[in-house]
């Protein structure tokens, strides 16, 4: 997933919001769940 | 406190993101759905489309009695969001994903239909191949009795992928990103 297509699509969304986890690769067992969390308990509440 | 829906990947099942959901669990009903044809839920007799993913959402939230959720999405997952976002607007608040790619074109479709093909897999990823097969084995569907269902499911999944899209930008193992979308 590219950050180009993120910012094209975030744009397209009236109140998108985009964030960025560096160094991230995709399969999730890669993922740090701390900062993931975080970012979905911010979003979310 | 709206209630939140986790949506696991491609090849992915529910027990993927248990860790996620006890981090998330703090006030709100955190619900983690295992989609068709992964883990432990069978294979149905139909094809594995995003709007038979999302139909057995809404299905799972009114058996819950969850009037409305906020729903966050793994890659594939995502996608299943991003479309009950759009087209069940009523049940759901927000949406949140995570490498979810969302440029497509026929190129890329067909390149990550190939990566799905279970005979790649098993050749070049041999032991992605037998963590698939025991993690989706446990409860075979009946149109794969003979078949290991991760290679029924990732067969399927192929024609699940978006195939329309109007950029071509692509790195579908770069990085990720968490992309929220609004109520």
């Not at chain 1, 067992?29 to 769940?33: A, I, N, P, T």
């Not at chain 2, 992605?128 to 084995?137: I, K, M, V």
């Not at chain 2, 409860?139 to 269902?149: E, F, L």
């Given at each position: ?23 991230t690769?995709?399969?999730f ?5 701390d ?6 308990e911010?979003?979310?509440? | ?14 027990t993927q993101l ?5 981090r998330?669990g ?11 044809g ?9 094809p594995l ?10 299905a799972r ?6 009037a ?10 995502g ?5 009950l976002?759009?087209?069940s ?10 490498a979810?790619?969302l ?11 190939a ?5 790649v897999?098993r050749?070049?990823?041999?032991r ?10 446990a ?11 991760s290679?029924c499911?990732?067969s ?22 968490v ?5």
């Open positions: 997933v590219t950050l180009e297509e993120c910012v094209a699509a975030v744009r397209q969304l009236a109140g998108g919001e985009l964030e960025v986890h560096p160094r690769q995709h399969p067992e890669k993922v740090s769940l900062r993931l969390a975080r970012s979905l911010e979003f979310f509440a | 406190v709206t209630d939140l829906v986790l949506l696991h990947g491609a090849l992915g099942d529910a248990a860790p996620l959901a006890t998330l703090d006030g709100r009903r955190v619900v983690v759905i295992e989609l068709e992964h883990g432990a839920t069978p294979l149905r007799d139909r489309r995003i709007e038979s993913f999302a139909d057995d959402v809404i939230l009114d058996r819950q009695g969850i409305r959720a906020d729903v966050f999405g793994y890659s594939m997952g996608y299943v969001a991003l479309y976002a759009a087209t607007s009523a049940r759901i608040a927000r949406v949140a994903t995570l979810t790619k440029a497509w074109t026929p190129e890329v479709a067909a390149r990550e239909s990566m799905l093909d279970p005979v897999i050749t070049k990823v041999p992605f191949a037998a963590a698939l097969e025991a993690r989706h084995t409860r075979a569907g009946k149109r794969c009795s003979r078949t290991p269902r290679s499911t990732s399927a999944l192929a024609h699940a992928l978006p195939t329309r899209c109007s950029r071509a930008s692509h790195s579908p193992f770069g990085s990720a990103s992309i929220v979308t609004p109520r």
